[in-house]
């Protein structure tokens, strides 16, 4: 399984910006593909997640309402559109992949597979 994350780059606050998750090797359905992200300083935390076969989605609160995760199946791409960004979301953002999952979670160990992060900066 290969994950490949790209869209970063520097944006000003407010401004919305989507990153992309290519994902190949096998087929996911079934499973549950997370985006987490890292800022400097801090421990790795969950964003979101989706279902890649229904398409459910679930948030972390501090993104809950600007974020949208959403997926492309024949693509087998997941995409992270960001709206009203702030500078505390400025962090390195990561996709993974859980291949057991019982529903989605927050848990960065649950994940199996991970994607090699792009950079989002946002300036105030």
């Known amino acids: 399984v290969q994950l490949q994350a790209c869209g970063g780059g520097l944006v000003q606050a407010g401004d919305s910006l989507t990153l992309s998750c290519v994902a190949s090797?096998?087929?996911?359905?079934?499973?549950?593909m997370g985006w987490f992200r890292q800022a400097p300083g801090k421990e790795r935390e969950f964003v979101g997640g989706?279902?890649?076969?229904?398409?459910?989605?679930y948030y972390a609160d501090s993104v809950k309402g600007r974020f949208t995760i959403s997926r492309d199946t024949d693509k087998n791409t997941v995409y992270l559109q960001m709206n009203n960004l702030k500078p505390e979301d400025t962090a390195v953002y990561y996709c993974?992949?859980?291949?057991?999952?019982?529903?989605?979670?927050?848990?960065?160990?649950?994940?199996?597979?991970w994607g090699q992060g792009t950079l989002v900066t946002v300036s105030s």
């Open positions: 993974a992949a859980d291949l057991q999952p019982f529903g989605i979670k927050m848990q960065s160990r649950n994940y199996d597979y």
């Open positions: 989706i279902s890649w076969s229904s398409g459910g989605t």
């Open positions: 090797g096998r087929t996911f359905t079934g499973y549950v």
